[in-house]
T-cell receptor, first 115, second 109 residues
Framework: DAGVTQTPRHEVAEKGQTIILKCEPVSGHNDLFWYRQTKIQGLELLSYFRSKSLMEDGGAFKDRFKAEMLNSSFSTLKIQPTEPKDSAVYLC?????????????FGEGSKLTVL | QQNVQQSPESLIVPEGARTSLNCTFS?????YFWWYRQHSGKAPKALMSIFSNGEKEEGRFTIHLNKASLHFSLHIRDSQPSDSALYLC?????????FGSGTRLLVSP
């Protein structure tokens, strides 16, 4: 079974650029999460979708971060414009709706460096 | 909003030692409790979970939950170098999953 696939694995951007990160969840999973991971803050929720509907948009991340779920098997996270403080690993995770046990399946992440 | 404190932040133990990692939740909102393990540069992966008070053992790993004290722990018996990773605890209630900031474990050969 394919797990969660994230691309690109590494991205280097200049300050002010627009970047788009992509995620393919586990086939059949209806819940999709975007997290940002840093050593200082740990995992921070950016967005949460259930059956393609945006359920949570991560509050503080609203202004420059936009996640979309174009279909049940593909999601994007757009950061516009990027700032150096956005340098982090962006993790996508999916889970099976109806089993609210908290088991998330993560991708290996997209490491973003903003210069 | 619920938050989770993990301790210690980092830990170095010799191979063969018993290791204990701890989490404390700020309230009782969570229903399921998980430990995730993340090797460097890899995806976090679910390790073990527990729903009710008590202990659960799988191989060298034991988790313990005390809902009254909001305390959740992971114990590793006979720690191996391959156990070196970032360990994240998580609690879930409904769709919400809250993570601790992690404990970085290094097991020295």
């Amino acid at each position: 079974d394919a797990g969660v696939t994230q691309t690109p694995r590494h991205e280097v951007a200049e300050k002010g650029q627009t970047i788009i990160l992509k995620c393919e969840p586990v086939s059949g999973h209806n819940d999709l999460f975007w997290y940002r991971q840093t050593k200082i803050q740990g995992l921070e929720l950016l967005s949460y979708f259930r059956s393609k509907s945006l359920m949570e948009d991560g509050g503080a991340f609203k202004d420059r971060f936009k996640a979309e779920m174009l279909n049940s098997s593909f999601s994007t996270l757009k950061i516009q414009p990027t700032e150096p403080k956005d340098s982090a690993v962006y993790l996508c995770a999916s889970s099976l709706t109806g089993r609210d046990t908290g088991q998330l399946y993560f991708g290996e992440g997209s490491k973003l460096t903003v210069l | 909003q619920q938050n989770v404190q993990q301790s210690p932040e980092s830990l170095i133990v010799p191979e063969g030692a018993r290791t204990s990692l701890n989490c404390t939740f700020s309230d009782s909102a969570s229903q399921y409790f998980w430990w995730y393990r993340q090797h460097s540069g890899k995806a976090p992966k679910a390790l073990m979970s527990i729903f009710s008070n008590g202990e659960k053992e799988e191989g060298r790993f034991t988790i313990h939950l005390n809902k009254a004290s909001l305390h959740f722990s992971l114990h590793i018996r006979d720690s191996q170098p391959s156990d070196s990773a970032l360990y994240l605890c998580a609690g879930t209630g409904g769709y919400k999953v809250v993570f601790g900031s992690g404990t970085r474990l290094l097991v020295s050969p």
